[in-house]
């Protein structure tokens, strides 16, 4: 065989030739490192989150034509791109050249906040409108399936988006039909659109860039068998089945990789090596697809979006009948992981791997498909039955044997299919339960002939229910037959109660659960086409709904703000929807991220070391495998700290580097540092480390146990516990557990270090909320004074709350390795160390007591609230002051008494996130709420109204309330969401279905805005005018995705009188404001936008006398002449927000500058069998004064929403009993998708709501509305509440957070529930614990 060590291809049109390419390197890392094109992102290396999307194109010489797919690059091996052309979000448009209209529209509609999951986004669409320039909107929805944005809600993105649509059944947004929603509420009337479509530029396919020529020329010529050899690894490409096959004779250990979304997730994640690669994609034989006699035979390497657009095809083709199971496999392909995993992964490789959750497999399984097995000389033919997995991750294939084929059958009439997944998102997930199920019947009957059950999440394989099909062959399809196929299920399908993944009563509900769906599926088929027959039984139309397939609504949403008043100055832009000033960067991927900086000379990169065990004393730790590795310079711990070891946040009460003992798993230890990433991460592996097991505590239950805790309980009580029970007619008792949140900022984070060389002087580049504290920590930890430190901050891609303090960790350690190798040391944490070692929102436990009266007044709360802390305090006492003083959420509570305990756990410390502990508290809150209004017997939304506070009313924290607009959101928002009558409406539809059920609710929220702690009220602006009347604005705030710098600048412009051209924020850094609080408590804007109107007005004094001098002057005019007159044109300004006295002894004096406020309306429906959820719509009126940037805000309100969405009803740590992390990616935790985005998604900023507190009548954002999201919550509860009420099942009931398929179906009792109950608790150790 001829071989070539070239590989050929094409970057942004530019052809690049590369000898010996290494074939562990990957696209991005090649992208970024080697090419420098970084706007391509890194956000989590395992496919999960799709901000590294590019797109591919190559000639497709089985399907004879150039295709285009989006891939995501950080799974690509470079080695796979042999003879194609890679378009980077650079190769399609620019700031300095043309904006490409995808770029452009995202930006102006407002759908880029950090702006670092944007160019993912942006190549998602770009790839869809080269191949189909007109889309419908479900298109472009469904090709963001494998996009994430933890920042914008995703309404935006896709309204913007929505503009490349062709109208289908809905106009997307856009106005154009009658029913529009935008026409229905008279939004347009009242507020203009947030943006211009009618500016946006053309779509004109006509303009991209062309296919290279020479690869097409190339393609005529014949293929050669590439061969790379790597370090450790060899790919062979052949071009051949026979050369495959000699091949894999010759290396049967070798692992064949087509899309490589296992084998790259085995070998980053895992570990794993694999020394020989044998890549079959370009072997004629393994990419056939044809029709045959008896079903459809795809090779094994066809990917899975080939397979889904030719079942397609053969389904709208064939008779009904004779397709069921492609439609099963259509079905499943809908929900299996996102465009860039399908466009590349092979149907082969979803088989060979094995996993027990395969989504095909039980597909596969039941409907007994033919696998066509290849090995040098021979062939067999193997029906996929249960022999076929013969383990876990193990089949029948023999070392030397090759998947050739898949055929799989037609259906007959009278046999019917059906497949079911349920996972914790819908959309790009796993399975938790999935299966394939197969019927036939004897001719012209009802009685059973063959049955197939074959379900994935079930045990170590996909499982085939043997047993019970077989018992059930010759019974007829009736009730009989269901109920003992549900108890043979039960019997056969049994999982440990320790199984991994967990959930296991769920599971085992859920084996029954779509047999249930699947019995009455074949019913209504056996109903439609043999009804003349034979007497089919009938099924109660309320059951109906349950064997319908999840249907995706157009979406829709209406934004209402403000405009500003017709007299307003033209040049004033406070209160206009301005972009982000950095979106269109941001889109082009211009944007620079701390990750992005080119490379300084001499750089070096560190990995760290960190501990496996939650709690022990370290015996020893033995470096001198890992300093064997290639490059490696030298391996830190805490001896290497020049200065001090000790680090900490309020309290010193942490390490740089652990001494001695361990207090978590994901403890930093030590750090290695080396010429590359992946030789620092590999030699970070090889470090050997011995401990000394001591006991772990880990959940708040076990801290109570051991009394455990930061400091003493603290206690916050007003007006008389006793007497308020005394008056009380009635009494709820209760409890509720809120788990955690990881703030999943797409970038993770990163530290640059540049030690200057003289005395002690390091530049860093960190993505912080808190540049002050890095610098601070990191002199302390360097031993030298703070003024040689210099923190500089450009942006951040995303932080809430998980970068003010916890960037320190990292920050300190890169610190010391500069300080130590004397030159720059970068590193970027992967997204699973992230996850593992920087904490997240703490988990509370709350027991109430709660004392109302029969109207629903309530008079007496009594709270204990408990908080998983983790190792460390951190910030966890400014957490829990916050969640004392807003326990009361927004409702008047005379006699209230908290006591609230820290708890001290072996779990990485838990940290701020947006809200900041008060969601926590706030939920408890509506949970007693709900628990009293449930006991009243009296409407929500009344007794909730009865208690919310009015004008005058003072808080449990003896606060006087001013400017109360809670009422008046509250009225708002019943009237905008139509309350009253689609209460009626759920009502009646839940009267209707048995299966499917609705709930609505209603929720407002009060958040107390300013810093707890009082000293941290403070901010500083330096605002430089230079001679040609350009103006460089700094404050303290930092930029991260929020739109801060682009209020900052709004509120400079107006002060100054100048546009916002004239003005430019570089970044942020410590050596130009220093001692600056983090960009934190939402009050960023309030405080620096005083700043720097400080700032301004001292400039505008100065300015005075040259601009009475020169009246019709203009302002570089006055600016030269100020400065030839000798004037100073830089001012510092600085704000400390006045009269916040609050004093903790007495209860008494003003915590909180004011409050915002908002109420927020949700209703669901959910499947009662399978615990899934649909959002349907979500009305938010939210009070932020005079919104100082209505973009900006509704983007705050929509990003927050859908965060808090994740947080109440979606995103779960899962933690081992003994405190490792399971959940450390996108892969195992689910944040929102775009998907799940409320069908309607309306919100409205309150009007003529001016507040007097802040600059320019303003009012914070950034957190208040997250726990509107708590209104999806209780619209499930209520849901479930309908469910159980239809088995009679009434009263109250505990529904923890977050609301999770498992938990609602678990709550949703009914026959099937009853036959799986829960293993009696303390008899089994449980895969996974609630801390
Ligand atoms: C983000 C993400 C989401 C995912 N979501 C889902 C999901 O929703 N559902 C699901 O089921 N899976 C999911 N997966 C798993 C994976 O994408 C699929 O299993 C995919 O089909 C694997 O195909 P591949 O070509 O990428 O496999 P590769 O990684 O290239 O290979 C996988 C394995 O198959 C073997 N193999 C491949 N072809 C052959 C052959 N012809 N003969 C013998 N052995 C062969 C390889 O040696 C290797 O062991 C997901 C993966 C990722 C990264
Ligand atoms: S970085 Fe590639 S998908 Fe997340
Ligand atoms: S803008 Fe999408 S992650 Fe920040």
Same mark, same amino acid.
């Given at each position: 065989m001829k071989e070539s060590n070239e590989l050929v291809f094409f970057v942004n049109g530019h052809k690049i030739v590369e000898k010996n390419v290494d074939p562990e390197l990957n696209l991005l890392t090649y992208l970024r490192k080697k090419l420098g094109l970084t706007g391509t992102k890194l956000g989590c290396g395992e496919g999960g989150c799709g901000s590294c999307t590019v797109m591919v194109s190559k000639y497709n010489s089985f399907q004879k034509k150039i295709i285009h797919i989006a891939v995501n690059a950080c799974l690509a091996p470079l080695c796979s791109l042999h003879r194609t052309a890679v378009t980077t979000? /650079?190769? !399609?448009?620019s700031t300095t050249t043309r904006l490409h209209p995808v770029q452009e529209r995202i930006a102006k509609a407002h759908g880029s906040q950090c702006g670092f999951c944007t160019p993912g986004i942006v190549m998602s669409v770009y790839t869809l409108l080269r191949n189909n320039? /007109?889309?419908i909107m479900e298109e472009i929805e469904d090709t963001l399936q494998g996009n994430l944005c933890r920042c914008t809600g995703y309404r935006a993105i896709l309204e913007g988006f929505s503009t490349f649509a062709k109208p289908s059944s809905c106009c997307g947004w856009n106005g154009s039909k009658n029913d529009c929603c935008k026409g229905q509420t008279g939004a347009s009337q009242l507020s203009p659109r947030l943006f211009e479509p009618s500016e946006f530029k053309p779509l004109d396919p006509t303009q991209e860039p062309i296919f290279p020529p020479e690869l097409l020329l190339l393609h005529e010529s014949q293929q050669q068998t590439l061969f790379f050899k790597g370090e450790h690894v060899t790919w062979i490409q052949p071009t051949t089945l026979k050369e495959l096959l000699t091949l894999k004779s010759k290396y049967p250990e070798a692992k064949l990789v087509v899309g490589n979304t296992e084998v790259g997730i085995e070998m980053k994640m895992k570990n794993m090596l694999y020394p020989v690669i044998l890549a079959p994609a370009h072997i004629p034989q393994l990419n056939m697809s044809q029709r045959t006699e008896t079903g459809i035979l795809f090779g094994a390497a066809c990917t899975l979006t080939y397979i889904g657009t030719f079942l397609k095809q053969a389904v709208d083709e064939l008779p009904s009948y004779r397709t069921e199971v492609f439609k099963a496999v259509l079905e499943q392909l809908r929900w299996f992981a996102g465009q860039q995993i399908r466009n590349v992964a092979a149907i082969g490789g979803n088989i060979m791997t094995a996993s027990p959750i395969s989504d095909l497999n039980p597909v596969f399984l039941a409907s007994g498909c033919l696998l066509t097995l290849a090995s040098e000389g021979n062939t067999r033919v193997v029906r996929m039955d249960g022999c076929f997995f013969t383990g876990y991750r193990k089949t029948v294939l023999k070392p030397q044997e090759i998947l050739l084929s898949i055929e799989i059958p037609y259906t007959k009439k009278g046999e019917y299919f059906s497949a079911f997944k349920q996972a914790q998102r819908r959309e790009d997930d796993i399975a938790i339960v999935n299966c394939g199920m197969r019927v036939a019947f004897k001719e012209g009957t009802d009685v059973v002939e063959e049955l197939g059950l074959s379900y994935g999440g079930m045990g170590p394989t996909t499982m085939s229910a043997k047993k019970t099909s077989e018992q059930l062959l010759g019974k007829k399809w009736n009730k009989e037959l269901l109920q003992e196929a549900c108890l043979l299920l039960v019997d056969e399908l049994t999982l440990s109660p320790s199984a991994p993944g967990g959930m296991v009563q769920f599971r085992r509900i859920l084996s029954l659960s779509f047999f249930f769906k699947f019995y009455l599926s074949v019913l209504q088929k056996l109903e439609q086409d043999f009804k003349s027959d034979f007497q089919v039984e009938s099924i109660p139309p309320e059951y109906l709904s349950a064997t319908e397939l999840f249907q995706k609504d157009p979406p829709s949403a209406v934004q209402l703000f403000q405009q500003v008043p017709p007299g307003q100055s033209p040049t004033d832009v406070v209160g206009h929807p301005l972009a982000h000033l950095s979106s269109i960067k941001q889109a082009t991927g211009e944007a620079i991220y701390c990750d992005d900086l080119p490379c300084f000379e001499r750089e070096l990169y560190l990995a760290l070391v960190t501990s496996t065990e939650a709690h022990a004393k370290i015996s020893s730790i033995d470096a001198s495998e890992a300093l064997k590795v290639a490059g490696v310079a030298c391996f830190l711990t805490a001896k290497d700290v020049p200065g001090t070891n000790k680090t900490g946040q309020i309290i010193m009460d942490e390490t740089v580097f652990a001494e001695g003992e361990v207090t978590c798993v994901g403890h930093v230890i030590g750090a290695i540092v080396a010429d590359t990433a992946a030789h620092a991460q590999k030699a970070a592996k090889a470090v050997k480390i011995t401990y000394e097991k001591l006991k772990p505590i880990i959940t708040i239950q076990d801290a109570i146990a051991h009394e455990s805790f930061h400091g003493p309980p603290r206690k916050l009580e007003n007006g008389n516990i006793d007497l308020g029970f005394a008056q009380a007619d009635d009494i709820v008792e209760g409890e509720m557990y809120i788990g955690g949140q990881e703030h999943f900022y797409l970038e993770t984070q990163c530290t640059v270090a540049i030690p200057r060389g003289e005395d002690g002087e390091m530049e860093l580049f960190v993505s912080t909320q808190s540049p002050s504290q890095i610098q601070s920590l990191v002199a302390k930890a360097l031993g030298v004074p703070a003024n040689r430190i210099v923190c500089r901050v450009k942006r951040l891609g995303g932080g809430f709350g998980g970068k003010e303090t916890r960037s320190s960790l990292l920050s300190t350690a890169v610190a010391v390795a500069a300080h130590r190798m004397k030159c720059p040391v970068r590193c970027a944490l992967n997204r699973d160390e992230d996850m593992l070692v920087s904490g997240g929102r703490h988990p509370f436990l709350g027991r109430y007591k709660v004392g109302f009266q029969k109207n629903g007044k309530i008079v007496a709360v009594d709270l204990k609230l408990y908080c998983n802390a983790g190792d460390s305090l951190d910030l966890s006492t400014a957490v829990m002051t916050r969640a004392l003083f807003h326990m009361d959420n927004a409702y008047k509570i005379p006699n209230i008494r908290a006591i609230c305990y820290i708890c001290k756990t072996n779990l990485p410390s838990n940290t701020a996130f947006r809200g900041f502990g008060a969601p926590q508290a706030m939920m408890l809150a509506e949970c007693w709420m709900n628990d009293v209004v449930a006991k009243c017997g009296l409407p929500s939304e009344q007794v909730q109204k009865l208690n919310l506070y009015q004008e005058g009313d003072i808080t449990h924290t003896n606060q006087k309330l001013e400017e109360v607009n809670i009422r008046k959101c509250w009225d708002e928002c019943l009237e905008s969401s139509s309350y009253h009558s689609r209460r009626k409406a759920v009502d009646e539809f839940n009267r209707q279905h048995r299966w499917k059920k609705r709930g609505l609710a209603i929720i407002p929220t009060k958040f107390g805005i300013s810093f707890n702690a009082t000293f941290m009220n403070q901010a500083g602006a330096l605002v430089h005018i230079y001679t040609d009347g350009s103006v460089l604005l700094t404050h303290g705030g930092t930029e991260m995705g929020q739109g801060l710098h682009t209020k900052m600048v709004q509120v400079a412009s107006k002060a100054l009188g100048i546009? !916002?051209?004239?003005i430019h924020i570089s970044e942020t850094s410590t050596n130009t404001v220093p001692n600056t609080s983090p960009t934190a408590a939402s009050v960023s804007s309030d405080l620096n936008g005083m700043a720097i109107h400080d700032a301004c007005q001292i400039l505008l004094s100065r300015l005075e006398p040259f601009k009475l001098a020169n009246p019709k002057g203009t302002w570089e005019q006055w600016i030269f002449a100020a400065y030839m007159d000798r004037v100073s044109l830089s001012a510092a300004g600085f704000y400390k927000i006045p009269d916040l006295n609050y004093d903790p002894e007495k209860n008494e004096g003003r915590a909180f500058n004011y409050y915002s406020y908002g109420v927020g309306c949700s209703e669901v429906e959910i499947d009662c069998l399978t615990g899934d959820h649909k959002n349907l719509r979500t009305d938010i009126v939210m009070d932020v004064g005079l919104s100082l940037n209505p973009a900006v805000d509704i983007g705050q309100v929509e990003g927050a929403f859908m965060q808090g969405l994740g947080y109440f009803a979606m995103e779960e740590l899962r933690y081992s009993p003994e405190g490792v992390l399971y959940t450390r990616g996108p892969g195992m935790y689910k944040i929102p998708s775009a998907s799940d985005i409320p069908t309607q998604f309306n919100v409205s900023l309150l009007r003529e709501s001016p507040n007097r507190k802040a600059i320019y009548s303003s009012k914070a954002v950034g957190e208040p509305p997250l726990f509107l999201a708590a209104s999806i919550f209780f619209a499930i509860k209520d849901a479930i509440v309908a469910a159980r009420a239809a088995s009679r099942k009434t009263g109250l009931f505990c529904l923890n957070s977050p609301a999770t398929p498992d938990r609602i179906r678990n709550a949703c009792i009914d026959d099937l529930t009853e036959m799986c109950p829960p293993a009696d608790p303390g008899t089994f150790i449980p895969w996974n614990i609630e801390v």
């Open positions: 979000v /650079e190769g !399609i448009g320039p /007109e889309p546009p !916002i051209s004239k």
